[in-house]
């Protein structure tokens, strides 16, 4: 028995502008798609109930290709930073949290960002001190590549002035040579050692937090990348099996870190294994850090930081060895690259060490090309996962760091396409606002959020164009471009169903339209109970 779909505007994304008045479905499949006539003929003894879409549009549903779940969740639960336009401002609500800690307690915060402040100095561990002199402390920035901490928490990671930089990351220190409490890149990951580890029912409480916002913004799927973090792998992906199923349908496809490969493979595990909701995904790697921080690997200084080209997370041969073992077990690598350096580099080792299988390997991110680094991506078999809202938060600030005379192939989305790279759609959450309809509206309009100028408009999308990122292109990345994506005979019945037209409206509301309902397997996992 099945349901009858109708009586909106169903955009089938097939083609442009193509468009259906009705769809069947049963179970977690569309049986047909046509007119309201011909399949309420053909399936009138099956159809048990008729939804009336009541002119509101249907789509594919969305998928984010990559975010972080659990960090979502944890963003959520925790002291968000995200919108504070001043360092005063930080420091006020540290101190309103901390009047609420047990002795010993940590203070997390997510998501500060130095970028929106007036005064962009980065606030020092003295200030933290004097808020939390015994209560460990760390902040998180927002895009996630560097931590702020208080002595307390550099006491407890074992840091000192003999503390040497790990490979990949700066422990940033004065004039005479001490810590200041700003740790970059993998120099982060000895803060984040010192901390006590969590649950696995905490962290299954954390998912099902995360995934029930997801929903509420029509995502109906999401790509991840979580289980190294959080107590090691077994710990997290048995979250993910128990937080996630046919009792909390959400389809999610986790990447895993190359520190964990080992752990996946003594199960007997690869890639696309695991259940019809919760998949095991290609082999993560990070290559270099991000432009925030000037820890993103350019071929040229920094322009406002002369003498620095950014960060190598792996030296060159180390790199190449992760992917040479990802490669003995047939495995793709999703490799996080945001300099034109670093793209450069791994575009060379991937088309060193092809891979052999069907699947699919991955550049994340991809922010800052160059000529070669685009004629090298060209030649490769990847996808490239673009967050659409970076140009929203990164820019006029961009253009201090790289200067304009690297710009012309900076957030290159069209170009990328014109070019026949395939590009997926995602939003990096919780860097950046999980909304799918916001990164469309970016991808759109190109509209800094800052000052409200548009940048680089020859990198503009069409709105189907940018639809496409978060439909076919997030299916194509997983090698699932013939059953998700589309609304099509025999595909999965995943749909977000939006109260307007978004293919008729204002591109500077995109973002605001309410999301009126999500399917997931023909089942609706989300309504809007104000609409």
């Known amino acids: ?62 998928i984010d290709s990559h975010m972080h779940i659990i960090r979502h969740g944890l963003k959520l639960l925790r002291l968000d930073l995200s919108k504070m336009q001043s360092a005063n401002e930080v420091k006020e609500a540290l101190k309103n949290r901390t009047a609420n800690l047990a002795p010993g307690e940590w203070l997390i915060g997510e998501g500060w960002n130095e970028n929106q402040w007036e005064n962009k100095t980065i606030i020092h561990k003295s200030e933290l001190d004097e808020i939390s002199p015994d209560n460990p402390m760390m902040l998180t920035r927002i895009c996630r590549h560097a931590v702020l901490a208080n002595s307390r928490a550099i006491k407890l990671a074992g840091i000192n002035e003999q503390t040497q930089n790990p490979q990949g990351g700066i422990i940033v220190r004065d004039d005479q040579g001490e810590t200041t409490g700003y740790f970059l890149d993998t120099a982060q990951d000895i803060i984040k050692e010192a901390m006590p580890q ?60 190359h520190e964990v490969m080992a752990d996946m493979i003594r199960e007997n595990l690869g890639y696309g294994d695991g259940t019809a909701y919760v998949e095991l995904g290609a082999i993560k790697i990070f290559a270099d850090g991000a432009l925030g921080g000037r820890t993103a690997w350019l071929t040229t200084d920094y322009a406002d930081d002369p003498g620095n080209k950014g960060v190598a997370i792996h030296e060159k ?35 060193q060490h092809p891979l052999t299988t069907s699947a699919r390997d991955r550049i994340i991110h991809g922010q800052i090309l160059n000529e070669r680094a685009l004629d090298m991506l060209k030649e490769l078999p990847v996808i490239v996962d673009i967050q ?90 997983i090698n699932q471009e013939t059953t998700r994506g589309m609304i099509a005979e025999h595909y999965k019945a995943d749909f977000i169903i939006l109260s307007e037209d978004i293919f008729n409206t204002d591109p500077d509301r995109i973002e605001q339209i309410p999301v009126f309902m999500t399917v997931v397997d023909g089942e609706v996992v989300y309504q809007n109970k104000a609409e």
């Open 388 to 477: 659409p809202s970076f140009v929203t938060s990164d820019f006029p600030w961009a253009i201090t760091r790289l200067g304009k005379n690297k710009l012309s192939l900076a957030y290159a989305w069209k170009t990328m396409l014109e070019n026949g790279i395939h590009c997926a759609g995602g939003s990096d959450a919780p860097i950046e606002e999980v909304s799918p309809l916001r990164g469309i509206q970016a991808a759109v309009l190109r509209k800094s959020a800052y000052d409200g100028k548009i940048y680089m408009p020859y990198e503009h999308l069409s709105i189907y164009e940018a639809v496409q990122l978060y439909t076919q292109g997030s299916a194509y990345a």
């Open 317 to 351: 041969g180390e790199l190449e060895e992760i992917v040479k073992v990802a490669r003995s077990h047939q495995l793709p690598v999703a490799v996080h690259v945001i300099g034109d350096r670093a793209i450069e580099e791994v575009a060379a080792i991937l088309k």
């Open 1 to 62: 028995m099945g349901i009858l779909w109708f009586g909106g505007n169903i955009y089938t994304m097939q083609s442009e502008g193509d468009a259906a008045e009705a769809v069947y479905t049963e179970n977690d499949i569309i049986q047909a798609v046509g007119t309201y006539q011909k399949l309420y003929h053909d399936y009138y003894q099956r159809i048990d109930e008729e939804i009336n879409l009541l002119g509101k549009t249907m789509l594919p549903g969305l």
């Open 198 to 257: 969590v649950s696995q029912q905490y962290l299954e409480q954390v998912i099902k937090i995360a995934v029930d916002d997801l929903l509420s913004k029509g995502l109906v799927g999401g790509h991840t990348e979580d289980l190294y973090y959080f107590g090691g792998f077994d710990k997290t992906y048995g979250a993910f099996k128990n937080a996630i199923g046919p009792a909390n349908k959400f389809k999610a496809h986790l990447l895993v870190h």
